[in-house]
């Protein structure tokens, strides 16, 4: 689960993973495939899209659930 200002943070194994988020009021996103090497930090920008019109959403940054997955033979699943 995201903080208000759409931060997170996981702890996942070493292989490939991807972040997917959605929010209520903005379409939803995700980033690029990236190596995650063992017992690293890292930093994963991935930028949402308001569904409709900014005045709609409130100007509140989203609240994101990140879904994260590893893709079959890049890395080890989840």
């Avoid at 070493?14 to 009021?25: D, S, T």
């Avoid at 930093?43 to 893709?71: F, N, Q």
């Amino acid at each position: 689960m995201a903080d208000a200002r759409g931060s997170f943070s996981w702890d996942v194994p070493e292989g490939w993973w991807q972040v997917r988020v959605e929010a209520e009021g903005y379409r939803p996103a995700s980033g690029g495939w990236f190596y995650v090497p063992s017992a690293a930090e890292l930093d994963v920008p991935v930028a949402m899209e308001p569904a409709t019109s900014p005045a709609l959403v409130g100007g509140a940054p989203p609240r994101a659930a990140a879904l994260l997955g590893s893709p079959m033979g890049l890395g080890r699943a989840a």
